[in-house]
């Protein structure tokens, strides 16, 4: 979980500035307020991983440790694959649960306050990711032997590919690749605040869960993606688009009444409002 901190963020931040040159000399509007924003989260999440250090769900992969059915010593060539894919279905489920529990949405919904879509990006990711817990979905590996810094290993290994998934500069790949691998064209769709394109796109390295579980979705022809979330930030305070989520969080459980409604503003999806309707979709 720390693929983006120290070193290697300014290393990400330093090709995300490269690509930034390219779209310039294309003629595009690059939002340079907004990459800084984007560091600015990273430098708080790096800051924040050293007060809080393995979170919630440190605690909790390891307690599932001591109850694991047996342990994989990982000296085999089908222990790596099934470590690879196990944790392909494990991200697929987490992210898919980070769009449609508000819980999980608290923080991830920082990865996709960006109005534009590029490399910086990919290091906004938030701040409470250890307090949401949203990891915890890895534990089933655990239960069943992989050892612990395994698969947080491949889950950064996991984070470390999707890099480059977020630039408009590489077009849509060959069809066999785009059949089998999460790609820029498909994780541009997932990034999109269209109704046509919510929930969807969901894997890791891998698309093949979403097309088994029917979230796999392409852009359309005349229907552009719109970057960002529903209800926008409309902020480059750090600060701000790491708790906004939050905020609107307490507010609506001020408005909560009875324990339906509480349980329901805190894990139904995103778009329940207490005493209103339940759309089910990101409310930002």
């Known amino acids: ?19 930034a040159a390219c779209l310039v000399r294309r003629g595009v509007r690059y939002d340079w307020k907004a990459y ?31 109850f694991r059915l047996t342990t994989i010593a990982m000296d085999q060539p089908w222990h790596w694959l099934a470590l690879f894919l196990g944790q392909e279905f494990c991200y697929y489920g987490m992210h898919r649960a980070d769009h449609r529990v508000r819980w999980f ?9 960006a109005e534009q879509y590029n490399l910086s990006t990919a290091y906004r990711l938030g701040w409470t990711g250890k307090l949401t817990g949203a990891a915890v979905f890895f534990g089933p590996l655990v239960w069943l032997g992989f050892p612990v810094p395994y698969v947080v290993g491949a889950l950064a290994l996991n984070l470390l590919y999707q890099y480059w998934l977020h630039t408009e500069l590489v077009p ?16 541009r769709v997932h990034h999109a605040s269209n109704p046509e394109y919510l929930d969807c796109n969901y894997g890791g390295v891998l698309i093949v869960f979403d097309r088994l579980f029917d979230t796999c979705r392409e852009e359309r022809p005349g229907v552009p993606i719109r970057y960002g979330l529903v209800d926008p930030v409309r902020s480059y305070n750090p600060v701000k688009i790491a708790f906004h989520a939050w905020v609107k969080l307490l507010r609506d459980l001020r408005r909560a009444r009875g324990l339906r409604q509480v349980g329901m503003t805190l ?3 995103p778009g329940y409002v207490p005493g209103g309707t339940d759309d089910g ?3 930002g």
């Open 1 to 19: 979980m720390r693929a983006f901190v120290g070193l290697p963020l300014l290393l990400f931040a330093l090709i995300a500035a490269v690509e």
């Open 36 to 66: 800084w924003a984007s560091f600015g989260d990273a430098a708080g999440r790096a800051l924040t991983g050293l007060l809080i250090h393995g979170g919630i769900v440190g605690v909790l992969l390891f307690a599932i440790w001591e």
């Open 105 to 113: 949405w608290l923080n991830h919904s920082v990865h996709h306050s």
């Open 172 to 187: 849509r790949l060959p069809r066999p690749i785009e059949f089998v691998f999460n790609t820029p064209a498909h994780h």
């Open 267 to 269: 894990f139904g999806p």
């Open 281 to 283: 979709r990101p409310k």
